[in-house]
């Protein structure tokens, strides 16, 4: 196979490899930790979007059910202006309620709950790890990046071991503010949409390494990009170039190791070039003696996404050449070549 076909079939399946398309987030899980402390504090506070059920005891005229506007505000049938409910309990709210209840109704007794709370959207983790989720932060409770993987039950072979956080929401109240020093700015377009990167090998260390999860987050972690090994190496195959990096005789060794015909004093790398991308053909090739980097003669080559790496098979001396003829004598034909009077071996 020519180095030029070789390239071309590896091309075509890098194409198929980006094809594939992610898994969408699965079922939810509703957290609240046992082993995170919940600091006292006013309870629950109500914004946008939360529905609210009001039961007024022996008074079914003045039972309602309302969503919170994006306002904030909540729209009361009986009263001809909306109750701000935004950043309030339900008990701070249910004595606005009774307030205006009591103008049609002595010492009424009035119920209110919020029934939906989608002012808070979950969080959700997906791209790649073993389980996609949404999480369902329980207010009070302060969900980290280590929790969300644990949820998903940690990231899956094929990992970066990269994850970028997209903090979709605004926070709804000044008490969801705390240690989030990265908000949304409202006059932004959805396509920038604030994001931060963070190491799965850092998050052990803690603190910013690993941050704190809000409603509305995006956790995504990213697929790590291949690079490719084929030629006169045991298992040629992709392999998958993580945070820490591959250098080309590591990556070497993980596809086994070369084959006794491997020419290892030139073995070509095919780099993607500046500004390009990994299906262009027309590549940046580059050579590197294996026997010199082994020697530590010649410094290793840190291998790049999408790098293509081939390893030639050496030409025979003509004396192994003749002598492999003289073993096939009996066995094997030679014929001469039609247009360059040549010889061609072939096996009946």
Known sequence: MTVK????????????????GQTAPSSGVDLLPTSIKITPNRGYLIGPGDVIAVRVLG????????????????EVPFSETPILAKCRTERELRADVITYVKKYVK???????????????????????N??????IKWGAKPTLAYMLAAAQGAREGSSGLVQIFRTKNPVCEEDIEGNTWL?????????VPSKMFSIAEMAKGGDSNPRVYPGDIVFVLKAAPVYINGEVVEPKGIWLTEQGISLQEA????????????????????VK?????????????????????????????????????VDRTKDSLGVT??????????????ASATGGGYRISTP
């Open 5 to 20: 076909t070789t390239l071309l079939a590896i091309l075509s399946l890098m194409l198929g490899a980006l094809a594939y």
């Open 59 to 74: 008074e079914k005229d003045f039972d309602f059910t309302a969503t919170v506007d994006e306002d904030g505000k909540l």
């Open 107 to 129: 010492q009424p007794d009035v119920g209110l709950a919020v029934t939906e709370r989608n002012s808070r959207p979950p969080a959700v983790i997906w791209g790649e790890v």
């Open 131 to 136: 389980q996609p989720h949404e999480v369902v």
């Open 184 to 192: 949304v700015d409202p006059n932004n377009s959805a396509s920038e």
């Open 252 to 271: 070497i060794a993980r596809a086994g190791g070369v084959r006794a015909e491997a020419k290892t004093k030139d073995v070509h790398i095919y780099l």
């Open 274 to 310: 500046p500004g390009g991308n990994a299906m262009d053909r027309d590549r940046v090739q580059i050579s590197a003696n294996l026997e010199l980097i082994k020697l530590k003669q010649q410094s290793d080559i840190m291998l790049q996404p999408n790098d293509i790496i081939v």
């Open 322 to 335: 003749m002598l492999k003829f003289a073993i096939g004598i009996g066995k094997t034909a030679a014929t």
